[in-house]
């Protein structure tokens, strides 16, 4: 595997599901990020994680609750999410600290999810 | 607060067309810029950036983009456009002390055959 993977590549869950997606880098980052991508709006970031420390939280609701155990590996665990949660989950990773220009994020293919 | 805007929603050109996509930003100090690609069903890929130096960047696909401070824009270029590059294009910039990228709302692209 190279890259950013993303597990599953498309979800279909009910509001009282509890489910998780997957995120898996191979490129040597210590900086990963969950992103939502709703039709009509902006990419919008959800959790920052440098050193596997979570450093941003963007006002995101509790039934998204991320996790990374390592410097390769994010979690995003869901329940009880909403109809309007259904987008896609895009995951990311960079270098951290940035250097030597090096501030370009590599972005996994997404998890299709719909909420129903 | 730092932005970028993308004028233009959708764009269609021709095949073998010269293309150019909008974008300006809007950040006080020296802005790291980037743009992605989005292939339908896909995640973003990466076709240019500019930090530093030289103001026309190349990038991968025949695509370039020129860095203009008066004007604070950062347009991408292709001199000539093929059918696989009908995708969605985002403009983004480096924000939030250099861990943080905030991205336009994208330029759909289609290409006519």
């Known amino acids: 595997e190279t890259g950013v993977t993303q597990t599953p590549r498309h979800l279909v869950m009910g509001m009282t599901n509890k489910k998780s997606l997957k995120c898996e880098q191979h490129?040597?980052?210590?900086?990963m990020y969950w992103y939502k991508q709703s039709a009509k709006k902006p990419l919008e970031l959800m959790f920052v994680y440098n050193f596997k420390e979570q450093t941003e939280n963007n006002s995101v609701p509790s039934r998204f609750s991320p996790e990374c155990p390592n410097s390769s590996h994010l979690f995003l665990h869901l329940h009880t999410l909403q109809p309007e949660d259904s987008a896609l989950y895009l995951c990311a990773s960079s270098h951290f600290p940035p250097s030597g220009g090096a501030y370009e994020q590599f972005f996994g293919p997404g998890t299709r999810l719909t909420v129903l | 607060a730092q932005s970028v805007t993308q004028p233009d929603i959708h764009i269609t050109v021709s095949e073998g067309a010269s293309l150019e996509l909008r974008c300006n930003y809007s950040?006080?100090?020296?802005?790291?810029l980037f743009w992605y690609v989005q292939s339908p069903g896909q995640g973003l890929q990466l076709l240019l950036k500019y930090f530093s130096g030289d103001t026309l960047v190349q990038g991968i696909k025949g695509f370039e983009a020129e860095f203009k401070r008066s004007q604070s824009s950062f347009n991408l270029r292709k001199p000539s456009v093929h059918w696989s590059d009908a995708a969605e294009y985002f403009c983004a910039v480096v924000t939030g002390g250099g861990n943080k990228l905030t991205f336009g709302t994208g330029t759909q692209l289609k290409v006519e055959l």
């Open positions: 950040y006080g100090a020296t802005p790291y």
């Open positions: 490129l040597g980052h210590n900086a």
